[in-house]
């Protein structure tokens, strides 16, 4: 089945997808020529890794694609930015065939054409080891700042969008980030800082925190855990630390809170949940959880995370 | 040794690249901000695997991390474009240390220092299995258009910078991407197609040929094979195959080539020799060898290719 490097690469420029008006060259010459205008310019990598990141005995080379391309749609989401191309890079297993390769990019091409970012680059290699993806997108701004993990202020009010935990049941791998969601909050209110939760709500919160200089107060009861979350044994656990949600957690001032959730109701069928506070940062310790009798209590800071032997 | 993958990343960030003004926010947030102006902006990606592209035994890791960044870098000169900044996405042995990734970072860091390319973001991941390191590239013009390979014309010269052959023996891992040179090419003249010479002399330049629609001779005696060629029992075969020279192969039309001859000796060191001549396309062979004596004969297509089990 497999066939050459050349073959594929050929395979893979019959089947571009949805082009944009800011691509000028894509696939097939030394780098893709770009015309993203005079706005800010984003770029994100992400390398997925099997038996790290996905379990091919459980999901299929599509969806694998597919994945790929949605945790870097998710960075776009989180800088509140538009998605305009992306370049991959895959080392493939010397035991793969022409249609298992075809398979993976049919499933980065399904979220390329869902998100209208365009594959125009890439790199095809292959050894005697597991599969490796990595891609890397470029979004742009146009009407608006990108909004940074270091914006949050004291009083302001932290919301998350879906559901959190228990992803690894499956929603890891089928995921739809939330770019167009983030495009809308920053039409209705002024959001001060903006992560996704790639890593756990705990981690993530706590990167906020760490990077605005300040300090956060979750309510535990409003946590939004998903249903696969409730199923766990420790659905509050699941919800704070298993990571891979994707969903968006970001800081509204005060004032705004409420024009948000209500304008929010109006436009999106997305859930939208307040989670709790900003407040002033406390020594080394940023996350606290506050329980419905009034207990306050540092926030354990755990979940998804690579190179801890 | 190792540490967290967080700790890792403080220690990136902390070990930064000359800036750039283009580079708003690097290293920290989900995405890098850019601000690359009003030109065209270019894209390229290169995953560099062990085993494949080096060999832990025959290199070190500060060697692997710049080879990493100059294999992009060529390209950026390919197009005849300035670097403006790099992300990287890394998987690392499990086995590996932090000291040992420190030094991966290092070469990495050497490389855009020198090429004032700063690395502005990436993806810390590993796993039991060798290293992959990637490196996804932005560069932009801005007083010309890119180069591509598609505008070689009939009756064009053909030149490649430096010599070529025999790299396996050292040059591969240290070579200097031609990019300062492709920007004063491009200034002396009008460059028609340019291609940066990685998969070997032969192959490349049929990528050109096939790109433009023509066809190719070269003056085999014309080839400047590298000292290390010369000492291989095929020079003339290591000159056209051996590929990752990482040279500029490219095509000049031939009212202009006296001028770029006589001010290239002025102006730059690096030598510069005139191959041969782009002619019109022959049926699906490409690219024709000339000897001495006359004849004319199909030159065989072959290089540095992968996934070819």
Request: with cysteine; glycine share 10%.
């Amino acid at each position: 089945m497999a066939k050459s490097e050349f073959e594929l690469i050929d395979w893979i420029r019959g089947h571009g997808g949805a082009g944009r008006p800011e691509v000028l060259v894509g696939i097939g010459d030394d780098m893709a020529v770009l015309q993203p205008g005079a706005g800010k310019l984003m770029i994100t990598t992400d390398m997925l890794l099997e038996g790290v990141h996905f379990d091919l005995a459980k999901t299929t080379l599509e969806a694998v694609g597919y994945k790929t391309m949605a945790c870097s749609l998710s960075d776009c989401a989180a800088m509140a930015s538009e998605p305009i191309a992306a370049v991959v890079a895959v080392a493939l297993p010397n035991t793969m065939s022409m249609a298992e390769a075809e398979s993976l990019h049919t499933g980065l091409q399904r979220a390329a054409i869902a998100y209208r970012c365009p594959l125009v680059g890439g790199d095809t290699t292959s050894w005697n080891h597991p599969l490796a993806v990595n891609v890397t997108m470029l979004s742009r701004t146009v009407d608006h700042e990108p909004v940074l993990r270091s914006g949050a202020k004291a009083g302001d009010a932290i919301f998350v969008t879906g559901e959190l935990g228990g992803s690894l049941a499956g929603r890891h791998m089928e995921f739809e980030p939330r770019v167009a969601e983030a495009l809308q909050l920053v039409k209705i209110v002024d959001i001060h800082a903006m992560i996704d939760i790639s890593d756990g709500l705990s981690i993530d919160l706590d990167h906020i925190c760490q990077e605005s200089g300040v300090g956060a107060v979750i309510d535990v009861e409003a946590i939004p855990a998903s249903a696969a979350a409730k199923k766990s044994a420790d659905p509050l656990g699941a919800a704070l630390h298993d990571g891979e949600d994707f969903e968006l957690l970001f800081c509204v001032g005060a004032n705004e809170e409420y024009k948000l959730q209500a304008d929010w109701a109006k436009k999106s069928a997305v859930k939208l949940t307040r989670i709790g506070e900003v407040v002033v940062k406390k020594q080394d310790k940023r996350v606290f959880l506050r329980y419905n009798d009034g207990r306050i209590e540092p926030c354990p800071i755990k979940g998804w995370q690579h190179f801890t032997n």
